[in-house]
């Protein structure tokens, strides 16, 4: 199996398990993989009437350096889009980032919130 393939097999693996943990933290999921011109977001579920934007990265280790400007910046973008064709408040949002390193047994999952706070 290439290493694109494998990458793109590990990634929807971890987006699964994403999946999974937040529909046991009393999040709905609302769409998965929603793509858009300025790029994809992974989740998008709400909870307690707040909408959230989950970006899942699934690596061996250090999932954490994953995550780059630009990614951030294509990010934010997706989710104004959203926000607008879907209706939703501007106001009412939070971008949060879920890793899963997979040399751990189990894997280990590492949440940050609110990940565009301190960087808009």
């Excluded at 699934?58 to 350096?65: A, Q």
């Excluded at 971008?95 to 997979?102: H, M, R, S």
């Amino acid at each position: 199996m290439n290493f694109s393939i494998r990458n793109k097999k590990l990634g929807a693996w971890g987006e699964r398990q994403a999946c999974h943990y937040l529909k046991q933290q009393g999040y709905k999921i609302l769409h998965t993989n929603w793509y858009c011109r300025w790029g994809e977001l992974d989740i998008v579920a709400m909870k307690e009437g707040r909408l959230f934007f989950f970006e899942v990265k699934t690596r061996e280790e250090r999932v954490l350096e994953s995550m780059t400007d630009y990614k951030f910046k294509n990010i934010l973008r997706s989710a104004q889009l959203y926000l607008k064709q879907y209706g939703y408040s501007f106001s009412n949002f939070q971008v949060d980032f879920l890793g899963i390193e997979t040399k751990h047994t189990p894997p280990k999952l590492i949440r940050i919130e609110n990940i565009l706070e301190a960087r808009i």
